[in-house]
């Protein structure tokens, strides 16, 4: 997935799931991928973000294989949450085990000429 968004903190996660919707509308995850903000460019040198900044995002998801059956949808969900599954993240830019604040997080994807956000799915045809 290649992410514009920004976010009101420091820092903040990306969490993005691909599910499959079948007919009567039930939603299934089929994989997910998370991306610590300050962790976009480099996982060795993290790097706070301005607040309000916009920034372009890689969040790779988990390997899979699905086949979409005649019905089913993809639906792309993004938030900037899964705990319990993932840690915490406080947005404020301390780390997670030593933040004594949290803050709530107004978060902004982008999508248009100059940042399109979108994912990429490979296909194979039999």
């Known amino acids: 997935m290649v992410l514009h968004a920004s976010t009101s903190g420091p820092d903040t996660d990306w969490v993005i799931k691909l599910c499959d919707v079948h007919p009567d509308g039930k939603t299934y995850c089929v994989t997910d991928g998370i991306l610590r903000a300050r962790y976009r460019k480099s996982p060795d040198a993290p790097e706070l973000l301005e607040p309000g900044e916009i920034a372009a995002y890689e969040i790779e998801l988990y390997p899979t294989a699905m086949a979409f059956l005649a019905g089913h949808r993809i639906k792309i969900m993004i938030t900037s949450s899964d705990f ?43």
Not at 89 to 109: H, I, W
Not at 114 to 119: A, H, K, N, Q
């Open 84 to 126: 319990p599954r993932y840690d915490r993240n406080p947005n404020t830019g301390e780390e997670p085990a030593d933040a004594r604040t949290y803050e709530t997080a107004t978060q902004n994807v982008f999508h248009d000429k100059l940042r399109p956000s979108r994912i990429l799915l490979p296909t194979v045809n039999d």
